[in-house]
Antibody
Framework: DVQLVESGGGLVKPGGSLRLSCAAS????????MIWVRQAPGKGPEWVGR??????????EYASPVKDRFTISRDDSKDTLYLQMNSLKIDDTAVYYC?????????????????????????WGQGTTVIVSS | DVQMTQSPSSLSASVGDRVTITCRAS??????LNWYQQKPGKAPKFLIH???TLQSGVPSRFSGNGSGTDFTLTISSLQPDDFATYYC?????????FGQGTKLEIK
């Protein structure tokens, strides 16, 4: 079964740091573009950022509120995605989800670049909670 | 960033009702529009991509329509399992954005 499992959430003081992990299984992780989405209490989901596969350059993009504070990385040898969060603010309090557009159910091989734009996020982790509070 | 606006923000309906949720984009996003269902304490569940293509396993009572800036999600005959919050999301730009959600409640 395709699965994403996040870990690393917790309580941290403003200005602190935290690293989230997302362990993937059941699919070829190295081919996938991976995404972090967060959801503050009572709010809708918010895209945090994306990392491409190594073959597509492993480049990253970030949402404006987290740019220059958060860093997405991946270790394909461990099938694991990371989110390094620095200079945390109270507004970063949220459930953080690891997700991807895998094209599950589609026949044939579809490039990850096409799935990112033409498909939706069809696999999600259970989320890990980050609370930033003094 | 592309702004996504959903309406209504909440909706009370009964089992068997037909309901429609609207999502409007701040610019032309063609059909790069996805819909999700979320229940409390759970991750969003992917329902529809490309504005109108149902994900495998999603009941046919769900349908999506629209292109450009105006989109709809319709549930033709509400079932008890459908009471949840629904979000639209654009994938036209690299920086995905979501609507603020529509909470569908039992009347």
């Amino acid at each position: 079964d395709v699965q994403l499992v996040e870990s690393g959430g917790g309580l941290v003081k403003p200005g602190g740091s935290l690293r989230l992990s997302c362990a993937a299984s059941g699919f070829t992780f190295s081919n996938a573009w991976m995404i972090w989405v967060r959801q503050a209490p009572g709010k809708g989901p918010e895209w945090v950022g994306r990392i491409k596969s190594k073959v597509d350059g492993e480049t990253t993009e970030y949402a404006s509120p987290v740019k220059d504070r958060f860093t997405i990385s991946r270790d394909d040898s461990k099938d694991t995605l990371y989110l390094q969060m620095n200079s945390l603010k109270i507004d970063d309090t949220a459930v953080y989800y690891c997700t991807s557009c895998l094209g599950l159910g589609k026949s044939g091989v579809v490039p990850a670049s096409m799935l990112y734009y033409y498909y939706g996020m069809d696999v999600w982790g259970q989320g890990t909670t980050v609370i930033v509070s003094s | 960033d592309v702004q996504m606006t959903q309406s209504p923000s909440s909706l009370s309906a009964s089992v068997g009702d037909r309901v429609t949720i609207t999502c409007r984009a701040s610019q032309n996003i063609f059909n790069f529009l996805n819909w999700y269902q979320q229940k409390p304490g759970k991750a969003p569940k992917f329902l529809i991509h490309a504005a109108s293509t149902l994900q495998s396993g999603v009941p046919s009572r769900f349908s999506g329509n629209g292109s450009g800036t105006d989109f709809t999600l319709t549930i033709s005959s509400l079932q008890p399992d459908d009471f949840a919050t629904y979000y639209c999301q654009q994938s036209y730009s690299t920086s995905y954005t979501f609507g603020q959600g529509t909470k569908l409640e039992i009347k």
